[in-house]
């Protein structure tokens, strides 16, 4: 029993002597506080940074903004005459039809439906009118480009004279298939072949036109494009 008193009591006075050492006052008053205050610091830095992001992301989108739009739903919808050029509102629609009748047509190869015949037929027609007309009738013209603009509207331009002539070609094909050759398998699938590639073309067409619009800036509110009255 003593000799556990005196173990306890050894220990004791070890462990107070540890804490009146430097080292020992020094693991509590010299390390964890300051480690506390620049904790609280950074705890600030983060609190007064994040309010001045919601403070900036609210500055920028208020209702005030949306004021004009709920006064005049009107206005929404724009008039033909309030775009810059007409050519965006057609040239979506060869885009849409060449590359459906293409697939369609593909897919007919194995069927050899005469209905659906039809309908990659009349599908074609209207690709055909609405390409010649997005190219030639309503393409707009261009003014102050720069030389790398220049490049890609030589390529969509070149995509879209391609566009004209496969598609002006997969009707022939189609026509031919539907009265001449009766359908057949191979007539069908020539004018597959053609179709494919005017899809191909539009598409490409398509590619260097949304360039030259979100890239390069020709187009929108009318920039870069002459203006004749």
Avoid: C
């Amino acid at each position: 029993m003593k000799k556990n008193i005196t173990f306890l009591t050894l220990l004791g006075l070890l462990f107070l002597s540890a804490l009146m050492t430097p080292e020992g006052a020094s693991a509590h008053g010299g390390e964890k506080h300051p480690k506390k205050a620049k904790v609280a610091q950074v705890d600030s830095i983060k609190e007064t940074t994040a309010a001045a992001q919601d403070t900036i992301v609210f500055s920028e989108v208020t209702p005030a903004d949306h004021a004009e739009h709920k006064a005049n739903p009107a206005k929404v919808h724009a008039s033909i005459a309030d775009f810059p050029h007409i050519h965006p509102l057609i040239v979506h629609f060869p885009i849409m039809l060449l590359m459906i009748a293409a697939a369609m047509q593909f897919v007919n190869i194995l069927f050899q439906n005469k209905v659906l015949n039809w309908a990659v037929t009349i599908m074609v027609l209207l690709g055909f009118v609405t390409a010649y007309a997005s190219t030639h009738w309503s393409h707009p013209h261009t003014d102050g480009l720069t030389e790398h603009a220049e490049l890609v509207l030589e390529q969509h331009d070149k995509y879209a004279d391609y566009t004209i002539y496969l598609s002006g070609l997969g009707l022939l094909a189609q026509l031919l298939s539907l009265f001449l050759f009766k359908g057949k398998r191979w007539s069908i699938a020539v004018a597959a072949v053609i179709l494919i590639g005017a899809g191909y073309a539009v598409a490409m067409a398509g590619h260097y036109g949304a360039q030259l619009v979100h890239i390069e800036g020709v187009g929108p509110q009318g920039k870069y494009l002459e203006q004749h009255h």
